[in-house]
């Protein structure tokens, strides 16, 4: 699937050498905004049938699995129906990172890789959604590399996780060979964090990718792993990051995306609200908004992944309307 690659002629046909690679695969490309904008994408509506659960359309669309649910919060997970108009959230602020490789956003379940562009065409983004570490597991944050590229690779479960799994009754091997029983799907690109531990692969559960449960690796969609492995150099930099909110001030609109946080263990919390403020200052710069710090507040606490429009351009000389009724305030930065 293509999505997002809408708009000038010349940035439709520059994205199609990327859509090429990784058209067999559910990502969405998105050429790069030129006037600097950190907001690319679209959210778009699909009617459900019958046979539709919301796990199968989150594969089909390349959709974590919380965050499907998060979209359609009112949506039964397994029976949704037939003829139910469900949300598919394509609208995304991209990380505040550098444009360069891999920046995986923790918070957010998603991975977003930076090619550089070819010759004259525009630059993209291909983003991905994966699975990160749980609790105790975490996944680490911080710069690391792409130290190697194995195809079907075995997997060494570590004596830790080995002891996990007995205590659970569920005993593993010194060695799981390649093959439908092995977590690491058939591709893996090993990072240099830690001492080589870390990997990002595909999985043999693509149900769960979109949660926090693996044991800190970064789990892919098998086609999606497989179309990522195709692109990735050795070498290439990877930035795990966490930013459960993202802000973002483009053409006099305040829009502003949160996702549910994590803390240090890679475990939900609860979102802090006294660091609203500072990221709508940050956003803002030195220019003028009209911020609904109701919705705000409400945007944050829902953490529904979705870009919500929270403030509009004002003057700071004129008083907001109707900012009594509905709890704007002017912020000048």
Excluded at 88 to 112: F, Q, S, T
Excluded at 307 to 321: E, I, M, N, S
Aim: with cysteine; net charge negative; proline share 10%.
């Amino acid at each position: 699937m293509f999505r997002g690659c809408v708009g000038r002629v010349a940035a439709s046909a520059c994205a199609l050498a990327w859509l090429t690679l990784s058209a067999r695969a559910g990502a969405s490309v998105y050429p790069l905004p030129t006037d600097g904008s950190s907001i690319v994408g679209t959210d778009t509506t699909v009617t459900t049938v019958y046979e539709d659960t919301l796990p199968d359309l989150a594969h089909r669309y390349s959709l974590g699995f919380y965050e499907i649910i998060r979209a359609n919060p009112d949506v039964d997970v397994w029976l949704p129906g037939a003829g139910k108009a469900l949300t598919l959230p394509g609208r995304r602020i991209l990380p505040p990172a550098p444009h360069v490789g891999i920046v995986v956003n923790l918070p957010e379940h998603r991975l977003y890789y930076y090619p550089p562009p070819r010759g004259r065409e525009a630059p993209v983004v291909i983003t991905y959604p994966v699975s990160i570490g749980k609790m105790d597991w975490r996944t680490p944050i911080g710069d690391t590399t792409v130290i190697a590229k194995i195809r079907h690779p075995a997997w060494y479960p570590p004596e830790s996780i080995r002891k996990e799994h007995a205590a659970n009754g569920d005993p593993l091997p010194k060695v799981v060979p390649s093959g439908p029983d092995n977590p690491l799907g058939d591709f893996a690109l090993r990072l240099a964090a830690g001492h080589g531990e870390y990997m990002i692969h595909g999985t043999n559960n693509p149900t769960a990718v979109g949660m926090a449960v693996t044991h800190g690796c970064i789990r892919m969609y098998p086609e999606d792993v497989a179309a990522l492995f195709a692109l990735i150099p050795i070498g290439t930099h990877v930035r795990l990051v966490n930013e459960p909110v993202k802000v973002a001030w483009v053409g006099g609109q305040l829009f502003l995306e949160a996702h549910p946080p994590v803390d240090a263990e890679g475990q939900v919390i609860e979102p802090d609200l006294n660091l609203l403020s500072g990221l709508l200052d940050k956003a803002l710069g030195s220019d003028t908004a009209a911020i609904e710090w109701d919705l705000a507040r409400a945007t944050l606490q829902a953490a529904s992944g979705i870009p919500t429009l929270v403030g509009l351009a004002a003057d700071p000389d004129k008083p907001v309307a109707g900012a009594a009724a509905t709890g704007a305030t002017q912020a000048r930065r």
